[in-house]
C-alpha cells in the first residue's frame, strides 16, 4: 500500500466561501488564487471558480499567464502589476488587468507600444500601509497621468489595508477616510476591502472586494459567526503503535518524556511535507474524528500522536492534521506561524480534488491538471 498521507480539497466548499464572501461584502469580488491559491492549486481552484466568480487575483503575470494557458478566460488582476516592459506587452495580449503602485510602473505604461491601448488598470494607492502605493498626494497626478498616456480603458481605485483583521484598530478608519480623501471627485470603481476587512469592516466595502484567506476557510480576524467550510484536508493514518512506560524519552532531542504510560500513534507526515516543525507536543490533531494532540518533536516524514485517550483508534486510525475537525488556525496559533504560511508550504502529498464531502474522489497533480 503507498502512503497514506494527502491533501483533500473541497471545491464544493471553495464555492461556497466564495459566494458568502461576496454576499458579506456586496458588489463584486476578486477571488484570490494568488501563491498557487495559497497552495491549494491555483488551476483547479481558478476552474471550481470560473462559473461564479467576477475576477481572480493573483500576484505577478507568470501566475496569470498560467491560468490564461488552462484555458480560464475570467479577466485576471496582476496585484503586483508588471515588473518589465515586456510584462506590460504580455499582460495587455493576455488582457490582464494591472496594479500600478509605483512610479516606475506607470512609466512603463507612458513608453509602451502604441498598439498598447486596452489596458485596464488598478491605481493602488497608500492608504497607510506604507509598502508599495502611491503616495495619498499624488493619487490624483497619477491618475491624470494615466489618462494622458492614452492606453488605458479603464481605472480602478484601490487600496490595501495593513490591519484590519484588529476589528477595533483605529488604523484601519483612518485608512479608509484617507483613501476617500485622496480619491474625492475622481471617477471610477473602488476597491479596499481583504478577506478580514469583508469580515470586521463593512466601511470598507466599495465596487470590489478581494477575498483571499478566506476562501480557504481561515477567518483572520478570529470572530467571525458565519460558517466558513473547511477546503483543505490534510490527511493520513495511523501506520505503528508504541507502548512509552513513565519516565521514557520519544523522538529527536527526546523532548517528549511520557508521564505516565502513553500510548503513541506513528503517522506518516512530516515537515517535509508541509507540516510545520514548529508544531510539537500538545497542538490539536484529530484520529478517527476525535480530538486528541501531538507529541514530541514533528520529523520530517513521520510525527506521533497521543492515543492514551482513543481506546478504539490503533493503526489504519484516519488522522487530520487540519480540516473541519481542526482548523489550520488552531495549528498555526501552536506553531507561531501565520495560517497563511502554513497553506502555501503544503507539499509532496498528492492533492485529491473532490466536489463535495462524500462524492467520489479525482486524484491529480494540482498544477499539471488540465
Ligand atoms: C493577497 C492580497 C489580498 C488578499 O488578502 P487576504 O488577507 O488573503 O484576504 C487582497 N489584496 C491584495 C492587494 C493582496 O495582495
Redesign the pocket.
Given at each position: 500500500m503507498s502512503r497514506p498521507s494527502r491533501a483533500r480539497i473541497d471545491l464544493a466548499a471553495l464555492r461556497h466561501n466564495y459566494l458568502a464572501a461576496r454576499r458579506l461584502h456586496g458588489g463584486r469580488a476578486?477571488a484570490?488564487l494568488?501563491a498557487n491559491a495559497?497552495g491549494h492549486g491555483a488551476v483547479v481552484c481558478a476552474r471550481a471558480l470560473e462559473s461564479i466568480s467576477d475576477a481572480f487575483?493573483v500576484?505577478f503575470v507568470a501566475e496569470a499567464q498560467e491560468l490564461c494557458e488552462a484555458g480560464i478566460r475570467t479577466p485576471i488582476l496582476v496585484?503586483?502589476g508588471a515588473f518589465t516592459p515586456t510584462e506590460l506587452e504580455r499582460a495587455h495580449q493576455l488582457g490582464l488587468w494591472l496594479?500600478v503602485h509605483h512610479e516606475e510602473q506607470l512609466r512603463m505604461i507612458e513608453r509602451a507600444p502604441t498598439n498598447c491601448t486596452r489596458l485596464n488598470v488598478w491605481l493602488?494607492i497608500d492608504s497607510g500601509m506604507r509598502r508599495a502605493g502611491v503616495p495619498l498626494a499624488q493619487a490624483k497626478n497619477f491618475h491624470a497621468r494615466l489618462l494622458t498616456t492614452g492606453r488605458v480603458a479603464s481605472i480602478t481605485l484601490?487600496s490595501?489595508l495593513a490591519r484590519a483583521?484588529e476589528p477595533r484598530a483605529e488604523a484601519t478608519r483612518m485608512q479608509i477616510e484617507e483613501f476617500d480623501a485622496a480619491t474625492a471627485g475622481l471617477p471610477g470603481p473602488r476597491s479596499l476591502a481583504?478577506?478580514?476587512a469583508?469580515l470586521a469592516w463593512p466601511s470598507a466595502s466599495r465596487d470590489w472586494a478581494?477575498?483571499?484567506?478566506?476562501l480557504y476557510s481561515v477567518d483572520?480576524t478570529g470572530e467571525s459567526q458565519l460558517d466558513w467550510r473547511a477546503v483543505m484536508t490534510l490527511i493520513s493514518e495511523v501506520f505503528a503503535e508504541r507502548l512509552l512506560a513513565p519516565g521514557e524519552a520519544m523522538g529527536y532531542g527526546g523532548s517528549f518524556v511520557a508521564e505516565q504510560a502513553t500510548r503513541v500513534g506513528l503517522v506518516a507526515l512530516g515537515y517535509g511535507d508541509g507540516y510545520p516543525a514548529r508544531a510539537s507536543t500538545g497542538t490539536p490533531v484529530a484520529v478517527d474524528d476525535r480530538r486528541t494532540r501531538v507529541i514530541g518533536r514533528v520529523s520530517m516524514d513521520m510525527l506521533a500522536v497521543d492515543l492514551s485517550e482513543l481506546p478504539e483508534a490503533g493503526v489504519g486510525s484516519r488522522v487530520e492534521l487540519w480540516g473541519a475537525n481542526v482548523r489550520v488556525a488552531e495549528v498555526a496559533a501552536h506553531a507561531g506561524l501565520l495560517t497563511?504560511e502554513i497553506l502555501c508550504n503544503v507539499k509532496r502529498v498528492p492533492f485529491d480534488y473532490i466536489e463535495a464531502a462524500n462524492s467520489a474522489t479525482e486524484t491529480g497533480d494540482r498544477r499539471a491538471r488540465t
Open positions: 476578486v484570490v494568488k495559497y487575483g500576484a496585484l503586483e496594479v493602488k484601490m490595501h483583521d481583504n478577506s478580514a469583508i478581494r477575498p483571499g484567506i478566506v483572520p497563511y
